[in-house]
């Protein structure tokens, strides 16, 4: 049997993943826009996957990926230890944050052994963090709660917006602070935290489970 590409691993185990999350495969597009190539490139690693016998496609079936063995993945085996989260684009004005069609993908984060915490990741727009080390692009992954600590980096909702910015809390108020010297504190705007800051990625790959 041909050994796996990288990449084919990848895609593999991509489309492992989210039929074990989904109940049901990705399309082509959903795993293009997952890696951030072309369709055409897409099926090119299908193609090769369905030739060495890793994978079925079903004809005329947007949905029709059956995985027929995992064998050369060893290094991907371990998916106990791995869950994948939902990856949101910006928030547009009057739309709620976890709308289905606002989810630009998804990516994997090791799995958080205690309680059922819900996360979800987020794309930063802006530079208002880049003292505490977040610059535009950047992916934060973020761990859903309504209540967070004085200092914790979170995500607030602010009118229709979602921000990333510092939680502040002292006997007088609670407010939102920007880690850059050009942006003032939101003092005098209500605001609701919907999720913490837990890990930051830059440079990220989508899924590679």
Not at 103 to 126: D, T, W
Not at 174 to 186: G, R, T
């Amino acid at each position: 049997m041909d050994k796996l590409t990288y990449k084919q691993k990848e895609i593999l185990e991509y489309i492992k993943s989210y039929s074990r999350i989904n109940s049901y495969p990705p399309t082509l597009k959903e795993i293009a826009e997952h890696f951030k190539v072309t369709i055409g490139t897409v099926q090119d690693h299908i193609f090769a996957l369905q030739k060495k016998g890793y994978l079925e496609k079903k004809k005329d079936t947007a949905r029709g990926f059956k995985i027929l063995k995992t064998r050369g993945l060893s290094s991907y085996q371990d998916n106990s230890e791995k869950e994948v989260i939902p990856l949101y684009g910006k928030v547009a004005a009057g739309e709620p944050i976890f709308a289905s069609d606002n989810i630009r993908g998804y990516i994997s984060i090791n799995k958080i052994s205690r309680g059922h915490k819900l996360h979800f990741a987020l794309e930063v727009q802006g530079d208002s963090m880049i003292d505490s080390g977040i610059y535009n692009g950047d992916i934060v992954i973020v761990q859903k709660q309504d209540a967070a600590d004085d200092g914790d980096i979170v995500i607030a909702m602010l009118e229709d917006e979602a921000t990333v910015k510092k939680f502040r809390k002292n006997k007088i108020r609670v407010y939102l602070e920007a880690s850059n010297a050009k942006y003032k504190s939101i003092i005098d705007k209500p605001f609701s935290v919907i999720g913490k800051v837990i890990e930051l990625r830059r440079n990220y790959e989508k899924v590679i489970l």
